[in-house]
T-cell receptor, first 112, second 113 residues
Framework: AQKVTQAQTEISVVEKEDVTLDCVYE???????LFWYKQPPSGELVFLIR??????QNEISGRYSWNFQKSTSSFNFTITASQVVDSAVYFC?????????FGSGTKLNVKP | EAGVTQFPSHSVIEKGQTVTLRCDPI?????LYWYRRVMGKEIKFLLH????????ESGMPNNRFLAERTGGTYSTLKVQPAELEDSGVYFC???????????FGPGTRLTVL
């Protein structure tokens, strides 16, 4: 079965704090892709990152970093020095053959 | 380059009525997907087109939902007759190839009263 679990429903932090959003996935596919999307209050889904199952290198993009660990089937997302503009719902997704499986999302509230 | 567009942005209908949602993918993207998010729940896959062909429609909830993609360009998703549980946000996405990132439209918020 394919499944993505985002156990954190909602997180609140104060600006400049670091925050990690957890994502755990299940798949029987040997080739798959993992994604993170951001959904700001305006509603659209904004692509953040894609990682394929053969590439376990961690990635850093500005204040964003991602930790992919196949051993624990996790693809966690860390925001360093959070800002109010980071407030949004963040979705982790798994791409099996032709389908995306989304987690239920984590709502991040960054307070000034 | 224009992104994925969806119309309408919001639709309010009564139970038993018909609604048609439209999605225009990014030009050149053969893959088009429909998803639905019911309030507070995960975004669920509905179906996937490759050009004008339905590649996978296993996520379609029942036969009240009909999706088409004429000529492999835009797609429509018709709900007939609508039920209360059909309320939610319907997202459309497109991609060039499987495994590539999917680019999402802004969604259509459907409210069935």
């Amino acid at each position: 079965a394919q499944k993505v679990t985002q156990a954190q429903t909602e997180i609140s932090v104060v600006e400049k704090e670091d925050v990690t959003l957890d994502c755990v996935y299940e798949t029987r596919d040997t080739t798959y892709y993992l994604f993170w999307y951001k959904q700001p209050p305006s509603g659209e889904l904004v692509f953040l990152i894609r990682r394929n199952s053969f590439d376990e290198q961690n990635e850093i993009s500005g204040r964003y970093s991602w930790n992919f660990q196949k051993s624990t089937s996790s693809f966690n997302f860390t925001i360093t020095a959070s800002q109010v503009v980071d407030s949004a719902v963040y979705f982790c997704a798994l791409s099996g053959f032709n389908k995306f499986y989304f987690g239920s999302g984590t709502k991040l509230n960054v307070k000034p | 380059e224009a992104g994925v567009t969806q119309f309408p942005s919001h639709s309010v209908i009564e139970k038993g009525q018909t609604v048609t949602l439209r999605c225009d993918p990014i030009s050149g993207h053969d893959n088009l997907y429909w998803y639905r998010r019911v309030m507070g729940k995960e975004i669920k896959f509905l179906l996937h087109f490759v050009k004008e062909s339905k590649q996978d429609e296993s996520g379609m909830p029942n036969n009240r939902f009909l999706a088409e993609r004429t000529g492999g360009t835009y797609s429509t998703l018709k709900v007939q007759p609508a039920e209360l549980e059909d309320s939610g946000v319907y997202f459309c996405a497109s991609s060039q190839r499987w495994g590539n990132e999917q680019f999402f439209g802004p969604g259509t918020r459907l409210t069935v009263l």
